[in-house]
């Protein structure tokens, strides 16, 4: 498990309510609007421990040759410490997963808090 949470970066971004989603988290979209390689709504499907696991990853993309996954909520979990923990669990699930998948390393994943 050390290895696998090594890099890894939570993100926590509030932003105020925009008229548009390029207000929403400038830094963030310039990041993604610039990169090379960039697929939303990912569904991906393994088998780990006798079961399948699948999901859906909203957004990752890559920065030179590392990875970055970016998982949007809209709830606003700060406050809700098991909720919390359970979307950073959920997103370095994703890191785990999409390197397996890619066989490439991830760098950091984001957790994205969109209001609505």
Avoid: C
């Avoid at 700060?78 to 397996?100: C, P, S, T």
């Amino acid at each position: 498990m050390k290895l696998l949470l090594q890099g890894l970066k939570i993100f926590w971004q509030q932003e105020v309510i925009a008229n548009s989603i390029e207000d929403i988290g400038k830094d963030s979209w310039k990041r993604i609007e610039s990169a090379d390689e960039k697929y939303f709504e990912v569904p991906f499907a393994l088998g780990e421990a006798g079961s399948i696991v699948h999901g859906v990853i909203d957004l990752v993309f890559k920065e030179g040759s590392e990875w970055i996954i970016v998982d949007y909520k809209t709830d606003d979990f700060e406050g809700d410490k098991e909720r919390k923990k359970a979307y950073i669990k959920q997103v370095e699930l994703y890191k785990k997963y999409w390197e397996e998948i890619s066989g490439e390393y991830v760098k950091e994943v984001m957790l994205l808090f969109m209001l609505k």
